[in-house]
């Protein structure tokens, strides 16, 4: 090995050294556990956990709540004839959706209970 990859390799300890200090939030000689350090250094995952910041996790758990709380279809409905908002499901025979061992799932259609438009 050359003298230049020597010294190379020597400054790339340091490197090492000072990162494991930072990640730890204090010099490695004060770490408790010596063994962890030198078997194996923090696994990726953890390191990449402890790197978000409490608000952001909150935010996370928000958009994946807002995700989840879609409104209903069927609230949404309007009739476009007399603008009634209250409607019978029923099934349109006329459409078969799927058909599978002669059960046969037919399309939805939506009945509206003041004016019986059906849409
Ligand atoms: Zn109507």
Redesign the pocket.
């Known amino acids: 090995m050359s003298e230049f990859e020597q010294k190379v390799l020597k400054l790339l300890e340091d490197i090492n050294g000072k990162l494991d200090s930072l990640l730890k939030g204090g010099p490695a000689a004060s770490s408790p556990s010596p063994a962890i350090s030198s078997s194996a250094p923090t696994p990726a995952a953890t390191s990449e956990i402890s790197r978000l910041k409490p608000s952001e996790l909150v935010e996370k758990q928000k958009e994946e709540e807002r995700l989840e709380e879609k409104p209903p279809v069927e609230g949404r409905r309007v ?1 476009p ?4 908002t209250a409607f019978n499901t029923v099934e349109d025979k006329s459409q078969v959706l799927h058909q599978m061992g002669g059960v046969k799932i037919y399309a939805k259609k939506y009945v ?1 209970r ?4 059906e849409m």
């Open positions: 009739c004839e007399c603008s009634g509206c003041s004016c019986g438009y």
